[in-house]
T-cell receptor, first 114, second 111 residues
Framework: EAGVVQSPRYKIIEKKQPVAFWCNPI?????LYWYRQNLGQGPELLIR????????DSQLPKDRFSAERLKGVDSTLKIQPAELGDSAVYLC????????????FGSGTRLTVV | GESVGLHLPTLSVQEGDNSIINCAYS??????FIWYKQESGKGPQFIID?????DKRQGQRVTVLLNKTVKHLSLQIAATQPGDSAVYFC??????????FGTGTRLLVSP
């Protein structure tokens, strides 16, 4: 099993430019999460999907961030325009509904905005 | 608000020693916690979990202790190895809706 796959692994962009991250969850996992992890801190939830429905996007800065999960499988997270403060690691995770054991995380995309 | 915090940012130990990483939480209604290990360049990896109806749970070389009275939990790693070097997070997974992570403790293991 490949686990949660994210791409790209690294991205460097200039401020005000758009950027997109892609996530392929574990097969059969209906719940998908995007987390943001600032340097030296724990991950913080941005958005949670149950199948293709965003059920918790309360922490997503909607003025510049958007996400989609078409067909309830892969997901993309977009930032437009990016700001210097968006520099962070963006982690995708998946699980099979609510369950013990937490989630399986991908390796993340490290975004640097210059 | 809900928060999960750690007491020490960095813990340095010698190989073979036992390590103890501490975590405090603020929500008395929290009832399910997970410890994660995060190596450089990787996402958090599940280590062990514990529910509030337990005080202690053991895994392979790891033990988690939960003290609900003082809202504190700890992760004990026996015979720490260089491969244990990583950042460790406790996370509140009450209700399975989301994980609330603390800041993390960096464990450095020297030979």
């Amino acid at each position: 099993e490949a686990g949660v796959v994210q791409s790209p692994r690294y991205k460097i962009i200039e401020k005000k430019q758009p950027v997109a991250f892609w996530c392929n969850p574990i097969s059969g996992h209906n719940t998908l999460y995007w987390y943001r992890q600032n340097l030296g801190q724990g991950p913080e939830l941005l958005i949670r999907y149950e199948n293709e429905e965003a059920v918790d996007d309360s922490q997503l800065p909607k003025d510049r961030f958007s996400a989609e999960r078409l067909k309830g499988v892969d997901s993309t997270l977009k930032i437009q325009p990016a700001e210097l403060g968006d520099s962070a690691v963006y982690l995708c995770a998946s699980s099979f509904g609510g369950q013990t054991g937490g989630y399986t995380f991908g390796s993340g995309t490290r975004l640097t905005v210059v | 608000g809900e928060s999960v915090g750690l007491h020490l940012p960095t813990l340095s130990v010698q190989e073979g020693d036992n390590s103890i990483i501490n975590c405090a939480y603020s929500n008395s209604a929290s009832d399910y916690f997970i410890w994660y290990k995060q190596e450089s360049g990787k996402g958090p990896q599940f280590i062990i979990d514990i529910r509030s109806n337990m005080d202690k749970r053991q895994g392979q070389r790891v033990t988690v202790l939960l003290n609900k009275t003082v809202k504190h939990l700890s992760l004990q790693i026996a015979a720490t190895q260089p491969g244990d070097s990583a950042v460790y997070f406790c996370a509140d997974h009450t209700g399975f809706q989301k994980l609330v992570f603390g800041t993390g403790t960096r464990l450095l293991v020297s030979p």
